[in-house]
């Protein structure tokens, strides 16, 4: 009987650029979005490892294979006068779901949070990702039904900045 391969856990380096965009790609697949990815290697260089990177990124590795990745940057809660953790985006290989990868992770990006002093961590997940939603009630996180998110973006940015 072989043992499971081990899950390592590490923040990215610049060289995973092309890595970190095949994740995200993957993830916009998973979601139906992938007309809406237009992300590219340049724009990922520029704003994760740039001058004044915007966003942090962990890679997970099973048995040194990249099987999954997460995004995230901080916010800020003015109730808790502490920054938070928000995760933009969560992604495993489908051939590597159920082994642990998310949990793992999680659990690292936990550790940030906790090592930072965050008073909290928080995301967003499409309405009709149940797998997802499981899991993440799994880790005892709960939807903040209350709430309702709002964008603006491209010309309503620029429509509003130019008042």
Known sequence: MTSPSPI????????????????????????????????????LRQTLFGPRPYAEVLIARAGGE?????????????????????????????????????????AALARVARDRGCGRMEWSVLNWNAPSIDFYKSLGAEPLDEWTTFRLAGGAIEKVAEG
Not at 17 to 30: K, T
């Open 8 to 43: 390592t856990v590490a923040p990215a380096a610049e060289a995973e650029v092309p890595l970190i965009l095949s994740f995200i790609r993957g993830l916009a697949e998973y979601e139906k979005l992938a007309h809406a990815c237009v992300a590219t290697e340049a724009d």
């Open 66 to 106: 990249p099987a999954g990745f997460a995004l995230y940057f901080h916010n800020y809660s003015t109730f808790l006068a502490r920054p938070g953790l928000y995760l933009e985006d969560l992604f495993v290989l489908p051939a590597f779901r159920r082994r642990g990868i998310g949990r793992a992770l999680f």
